[in-house]
């Protein structure tokens, strides 16, 4: 006891020595700054949001809000081009520093992620085969009806099914990406498939499938998207969020959109609401 | 590495996880037993006088072996599908493993029939035995027992191949883990768990194929 005594008046001292020496925090906001590059993981096989183009070249809304963001920051963008699957591991693995991949704001997912406020909008809807004669969305009731596996339509249409149709004898099937619906909805396997009107527009666009076409939009609400990082970045989170905010102000995200998809941005703002 | 491992979410996903082991192991076994049957009989095809039956089976092993099994299950899913020929994709898999594992069987039967001396086959004969007794009670116990180590081989792998039928929508282990991934977000918790339900799985299945052929080749372990 009289050992202690003897030390306690150190004990100031060590504290102080050990706060001087803790080193300072670099957040993930630093880091980009200071390595000059941004890093963003991106899905290259959804678009318009995300794709490589005729040379190559990673293309897409994602890709240019990722430039955008890069040049606001003063640093080089930098396209890694994930899976859906491959977004979180990227992240977390430090591949990536954030996220620019449509990805839905589930609380499920907000688990694992630190989620920004909502920079897009999506609505779900059908894809039919071009000889189907559905043109109500209850009419996918008793049908066989494809989606990509792990996509929020995929839970919502499923939870949907669970509380409207009760009584249906339709199925559904998953599969592991969006273009094998695609496929199997030009194929006929599946009497409909459920997917982002953005990426159905862009489907029946293109002349890759000659005989699908757009079918109802989905009752069951929209798909509000975030940019994703590290859950515990605060920093680099508010630093997002505050791009986001100034690059709706300012009209580039309407361009953007503009430009990949055409008409008029969606609101990205819920009514009632503080987010 | 900056992450928390949280393993609540594949606990309580474990009986949902389990239920898919139970669709891979049913997959594997359908599999294996399918190729061995027609692994079979692509043998003595292979053997046949008749040219075209010859060159089908020819065919067959060569594309088994020499194409990627993820291109089988492809072909058989949606290859099909473009003539409108719908498999499910527990049919499509176990179609594709099937054959892939035919193809490799025959080549084995292939090794364990030459590993049976000519002689025996005569002797059999002479005793008075018809052609198609000499093969069942003669040559294959002892085929069996040449190929008994390369066939737990074979399973194994298939076991770890039934993996790819999650790219035809399968919800066996694999898919079932992606599932849950994409919900959950969990990827490193959900996908080792997954490592070690196949560790497991494959090293069950490998005791028990051990303990059968035990019981099997008693006869042969007295003799020596």
């Known amino acids: 006891m009289s050992k202690l005594r003897t030390f306690s008046f150190l004990a100031p001292a060590i504290l102080a020595a050990s706060l001087a020496a803790a080193p300072a925090y670099a957040d993930k906001l630093d880091d980009v700054l200071n ?11 959804f678009p318009p949001m995300g794709y490589t183009d005729a040379n190559n070249e990673p293309a897409g809304m994602d890709v240019d809000i990722c430039k955008d963001l890069a040049e606001r920051m003063g640093v080089e963008a930098e396209i890694v081009g994930v899976t859906w699957a491959e977004r979180i ?37 059908a894809l039919l085969p071009a000889d189907s004669t559905v043109t109500s969305w209850d009419e996918l009731k008793d049908l066989n009806v494809g989606v990509a596996i792990g996509t929020t339509y995929e839970s919502e249409l499923q939870a949907y099914k669970d509380a ?13 990406s969006e273009n094998d619906t695609y496929l199997a909805v030009s194929q006929g396997r599946v009497a409909a498939g459920i997917a982002t009107d953005t990426a159905i527009a862009n489907i029946v666009a293109a002349d890759t499938y000659q005989n699908i076409k757009a079918g109802p939009v989905a009752p069951f609400g929209a798909d509000i998207v975030g940019f994703m990082t590290v859950r515990n970045e605060y920093g680099w989170l508010n630093f997002l969020n505050l791009y986001i905010n100034r690059a709706y102000r300012d009209g580039t995200l309407q361009d953007l959109y503009g430009k990949h998809i055409g008409g008029t941005m969606p609101d990205l703002t819920t009514a009632g609401v503080y987010y | ?23 891979t192991l049913q997959v594997s076994v359908l599999s294996m037993g399918l190729g061995l049957l027609m692994g079979l009989v692509l ?49 499509s898999v176990v179609a594709a493993l099937s054959f892939n594992c035919a193809g490799y069987m025959a080549e084995t039967y292939r090794g364990g029939f030459a590993a049976v ?17 000499s093969l069942r009670y003669v040559e294959l116990p002892q085929v ?18 039934s993996s790819l039928g999650m790219l035809a929508g399968l919800r066996e282990l694999s898919g079932e883990t992606q599932y849950f991934n994409s919900r959950t977000f969990r990827t490193f918790e959900f996908f080792m768990a997954a490592a070690v339900i196949y560790y497991v799985i494959t090293k069950i299945a490998l005791l028990v194929l051990k303990a059968i052929g035990w019981n099997l080749f008693k006869a042969e372990r007295a003799a020596k």
Not at chain 1, 37 to 45: E, I, K, Q, S, Y
Not at chain 2, 1 to 13: L, T
């Open chain 2, 1 to 23: 590495m900056d992450y928390q491992f949280q393993w609540r979410p594949v606990i309580q996903a474990l009986p949902q996880l389990l239920e898919a082991s139970l669709v």
């Open chain 2, 144 to 161: 069996l027992r040449a190929i008994y180590h390369p066939m737990t081989n074979q399973f194994t792998w298939i076991i770890l191949a």
């Open chain 2, 43 to 91: 043998y003595f095809i292979r053997k046949s006088p008749i040219l075209p039956l010859r060159a089908f089976a020819t065919t067959w092993i060569e594309v088994a072996r020499n194409t990627p099994s993820l291109f089988q299950i492809f072909i058989f899913y949606w290859g099909l599908g473009e003539f409108g020929i719908f498999l499910s994709p527990y049919v």
């Open chain 1, 35 to 45: 390595s000059g590059t941004l890093r963003c993981a991106v899905v290259l096989d």
């Open chain 1, 89 to 125: 591991p990227s992240l977390i693995s430090g591949r990536s520093d954030v996220a620019i991949a449509s990805s839905s704001d589930s609380l499920e997912r907000a688990k694992t992620v630190g989620f920004s406020i909502p920079y897009m909008v999506f609505q779900f809807q």
């Open chain 2, 117 to 133: 001396p000519k002689g025996q086959n005569m002797a059999a004969r002479t005793l008075g035995m018809t052609a198609w007794q």
């Open chain 1, 164 to 176: 409207n149709w009760t009584d249906s004898s339709g199925e559904i099937t998953t599969f592991q």
